[in-house]
């Protein structure tokens, strides 16, 4: 089984606006800004080994305020950009739906599809829904500092998607190793 980082997609790995202290996700491909230095981070996840997928969450499809065609272009730039092995989507405008972070139904889907150990995985992001979900998938779960945090469990809180690249990578050549007492 493989270990994989899951990548919170607004806000890691593409720009958002701000607005009345709440991040407003990008509707239109004209909007859709990939931030230019996390391709060499992706990269050194992708190089050590890491299945690299990212995993939103973007119920304005469901509402009708972003035409799923939309999305798919921006997730076409998306992976044209950077080396991302896979993209699960939550559509889902219902918070009970089991892909509706903070559950983990996109976690335990790509479990399923790529063969992987959860609890060897990693989660970035700045959002405390994300967290929420690595907790009960049983990744580890590795936050950049936001207002969207919340005060909720994470395992490790950082200041830069960077500093969050470079703590996966050392927790990833490391991993802790128990051994039973005889």
Known sequence: ????????????????????????????????KIIESVRPLVQALKDAGLVVLVATHQPAVSRGDLPRNELDLMHRVLRHKLPVDDILLCASDDSSHPCYKPHPGLFLEAAFKWTLDLDRSFVISDKWQDAKAAQVAGCTS????????????????????ETAVKKVLLLHAAPVSYTAMA
């Open 1 to 32: 089984m493989r270990a994989a980082v899951f990548l919170e997609r607004d806000g890691i790995l593409n720009a958002i606006e701000v607005q009345r202290g709440q991040p407003v996700v990008p509707l239109r491909l004209e909007q859709f």
């Open 142 to 161: 590795v936050m950049v500092n936001s207002p969207w945090v919340g005060d909720d469990h994470h395992d490790f809180l950082v200041d830069t998607v």
